[in-house]
């Protein structure tokens, strides 16, 4: 028992280390909030009052298709291949929601996935398969909202070889385009 516990605080164990990285990447994402009110609404409130229109927007009923949404994921995964590819984490931070930056540094970021970064050269050809391949989404993407914001989700995976990669993503409207809000990725 004593190993066991030795090995969890010293990250002796890949796999270990690997489900503890990703129970703090969950835990971030998914906001671990117990019992406190979420409240978005107050970020980046610029964007609630623009008027200007823009054919590329989406309205906040509409649901964008598959296609576009996949589009989104791959961009994401692209950006996130290339962040664990070059260690830094800066590029995918810079194109995320002002409410993702608000919430979590880059530092954070860069710590929460630094198990996929350790481990690149397994890592990074996986991620480089998924462009040439098809998104299989476990329900289609669809909008909740949270606060007066519409909140864009796509959860699925890329049956890549030789493991899948899973996905779990949110996006928020900003500026007329949807903005990364929520980012989880598992690759087993």
């Known amino acids: 028992m004593r190993n066991i516990l030795h090995e969890i605080i010293f990250g002796k164990n890949?796999?270990?280390?690997?489900?503890?990285?990703?129970?703090?990447?969950?835990?971030?994402?998914?906001?671990?909030n117990c019992g406190k009110d979420i409240d978005l609404a107050n970020l980046g409130k610029k964007d609630d009052n623009s008027t200007a229109s823009n054919s590329s927007r989406s309205s906040d009923d509409s649901i964008p298709s598959n296609a576009v949404v996949e589009g989104l994921v791959k961009e994401t995964m692209e950006d996130f291949a290339d962040a664990v590819?070059?260690?830094?984490?800066?590029?995918?931070?810079?194109?995320?929601?002002?409410?993702?930056?608000?919430?979590?540094?880059?530092?954070?970021?860069?710590?929460?996935?630094?198990?996929?970064?350790?481990?690149?050269?397994l890592v990074v050809p996986i991620l480089k398969k998924i462009p040439s391949t098809d998104a299989d989404f476990d329900s289609p993407p669809g909008?909740?909202?949270e606060k007066s914001l519409k909140i864009l989700m796509a959860k699925g995976k890329f049956k890549t070889k030789p493991f899948n990669?899973?996905?779990?993503?949110?996006?928020?409207?900003?500026?007329?385009?949807?903005?990364?809000?929520?980012?989880?990725?598992?690759?087993p």
């Open 143 to 145: 909008i909740r909202s």
């Open 85 to 121: 590819e070059t260690g830094s984490f800066s590029d995918i931070y810079s194109k995320a929601s002002e409410d993702f930056q608000g919430t979590y540094t880059l530092d954070e970021m860069t710590t929460a996935f630094k198990s996929y970064t350790d481990k690149k050269k």
């Open 14 to 32: 890949g796999k270990i280390s690997g489900l503890i990285a990703l129970a703090v990447v969950l835990s971030i994402a998914l906001g671990c």
């Open 165 to 187: 990669v899973r996905f779990d993503y949110e996006y928020v409207m900003r500026g007329g385009e949807w903005k990364l809000l929520k980012l989880v990725i598992n690759i």
